[in-house]
């Protein structure tokens, strides 16, 4: 028997998930198919409910149905209830597990594949959103130091007082950063996607400093900003791979070795 996996989301057809997870699939030996699967707005429960029907053991979700697929779980990870969002689901009988493997791919990308060390460093998250709330648990279970900046410094302090029992978080507007220095900083923000910039001062960085954006496929404007004014660089492939690697698990109980993959995606570029 081939068991069945998919990634849903809207849209959906530039996704590499499929391959990714094919790549795994083949190292380790597992019997699986895994599509992309595009769902109406409307549509995602009805969308989880055939496939169940269909006898799938799992899905992975993207935008923009991970609140939804929150909403949907019969049980939730600690992460996962923790980041208020689902970005992978296993179907058990009638339980319904919502996971969320941003974060953990997130930290695993930086210390492991990039080899930045993040306790007691100095991390900036740039924006207040669904994508920071899911990586914020994760990154303070490596004993970082946490800020969180966003335009509007009201949803800056309210996700640092969501964590406030987990660690302090500062949770600072973009004027706050004046003289202030960060060893990582990571772009939770969609500014790539409109080649924005966000009010970072020039002396943000400190020496040596990891820039990080979640986005990947493009050299975004936070990306080159770093570089010229003397951070490593790194975009959200690697992240891709890393939490795709913490779903397999999830369902399959197998580890897959994440360099072979990312290799043959760098290659693809």
């Not at 530039?14 to 597992?30: C, D, V, Y």
């Not at 939804?68 to 296993?90: I, M, S």
């Not at 800020?147 to 009201?154: A, D, E, L, P, S």
């Amino acid at each position: 028997m081939t068991d069945r996996y998919a990634v849903i989301g809207n849209p959906i057809a530039h996704s590499k998930s499929p391959l990714i997870h094919g790549m795994f699939a083949e190292q380790t030996g597992q019997r699986i198919s895994y599509e992309a699967i595009a769902a109406p707005l409307d549509g995602f429960a009805a969308t989880i409910a055939r496939l169940r029907a269909e006898g799938y053991k799992g899905c992975n979700v993207t935008v923009p149905f991970k609140f939804e697929a929150y909403a949907l779980a019969t049980e939730l990870t600690p992460r996962a209830r923790a980041a208020q969002a689902v970005n992978t689901l296993k179907f058990d009988g009638e339980t319904i597990l919502g996971d969320n493997t941003d974060g953990a791919g997130l930290v695993r990308d930086i210390e492991h594949n990039i080899g930045v060390l993040l306790e007691k460093k100095r991390v900036l998250l740039m924006g207040a959103g669904g994508a920071s709330f899911g990586v914020v648990l994760p990154l303070l279970t490596t004993y970082a130091q946490l800020t969180v900046v966003n335009r509007t410094v009201g949803k800056a302090q309210q996700l640092a007082a969501t964590f406030a029992a987990h660690a302090h978080i500062a949770g600072l507007g973009y004027n706050d950063l004046q003289g202030q220095h960060f060893d990582v900083v990571i772009n939770a923000t969609s500014t790539g996607l409109s080649d924005e910039l966000a009010p970072l001062p020039d002396d943000i960085f400190a020496s040596p400093a990891l820039a990080y954006d979640m986005m990947y496929g493009r050299d975004t404007p936070f990306l080159r900003f770093a570089r010229a004014h003397g951070a490593q660089t790194a975009d959200g492939l690697g992240m891709l791979v890393e939490q795709a690697a913490e779903a397999f698990y999830l369902w399959r109980g197998v580890r897959p070795d994440t360099t072979p993959v990312m290799a043959a995606l760098h290659l693809q570029k």
